[in-house]
């Protein structure tokens, strides 16, 4: 992702896989256990780091799923075909494997329960991931800001952390969830079943009048559509946060 961090001050850490969860075909998260790590604040992200046995090294930046309240690092990481570190963290890498990552970096993306809300969190594809950080961390410290989040993925299979957004939209604790599928669909779906627009954004956001902040994640075209669209009904553009990756076949 294309993201502005100093980092001159960071230290690379070793970092070994404590579990391992799938979480769709082509997704998984790895828990790490890493040494010295300083903590973060949702919406963050590490710098990871490969070395080969030839010395060969390449690096990849990635958002931190986990919320501030634990103690391990969580990291979903979804395979891309061309890529030189996906693949491997996501088809080879086993349990008490170890790697290097520095961080956490970033400070404009971020979210703590302290900065309030309402809050509209628009992901697309992984775009999810540093937004679901910030709702864990918000049920993690028992908050009541209310949160939407409505998140586009390509077919039911590729909804990332799906069984947990379920049961955490079903808490009726003000969160709210709203999804679309923009490729396919299966017959019993409910949820929105096309690109996320400005009629969408009109549907499942905050009114303008609220104050919302928001935070936006996903490939750019997606990011640069729904930062323009919530703009244009009426947000803040100071309040409305984007994160974006390269093109990848998204949502």
Not at 153 to 169: F, H, K, Q
Not at 180 to 206: C, H, K, N, Q
Not at 216 to 223: A, I, N
């Amino acid at each position: 992702m294309a993201r502005a961090a100093v980092l001159g001050r960071l230290t690379w850490l070793e970092a070994q896989v404590a579990r391992i969860v799938p979480e769709t075909p082509r997704v998984r998260s790895l828990v790490l256990d890493v040494e010295d790590w300083p903590g973060h604040r949702a919406g963050q992200h590490v710098d990871v780091r490969l070395t080969a046995e030839d010395g060969y090294q390449a690096q990849r930046s990635y958002s931190i799923a986990s919320p501030a309240e634990d103690e391990r690092v969580t990291l979903t990481v979804e395979r891309l075909e061309d890529g030189e570190v996906s693949p491997y963290l996501v088809d080879e890498v086993v349990v008490g494997d170890r790697f290097e990552l520095r961080g956490p970096i970033g400070g404009h993306f971020v979210w703590e329960t302290e900065i309030g809300g309402p809050l509209l969190l628009v992901a697309g594809g992984s775009g999810i991931v540093p937004l679901m950080a910030m709702v864990r961390h918000r049920a993690a410290a028992g908050s009541s800001v209310p949160v939407r989040l409505l998140y586009s993925s390509r077919s039911l299979e590729d909804v990332i952390y799906r069984a947990e957004l379920e049961e955490l939209g079903a808490a009726g604790d003000g969160l709210e969830i709203a999804q679309t599928l923009t490729r396919s669909s299966p017959p019993e779906w409910t949820g929105f079943s096309r690109r996320i627009d400005a009629e969408m954004l009109a549907e499942v956001g905050w009114a303008a009048a609220d104050n919302p902040l928001a935070f936006v994640c996903g490939p750019t075209r997606l990011v640069e559509a729904v930062a323009d669209g919530l703009v244009g009904l009426g947000y803040d553009p100071s309040r409305v946060k984007t994160e974006r990756f390269g093109p990848t076949g998204g949502p």
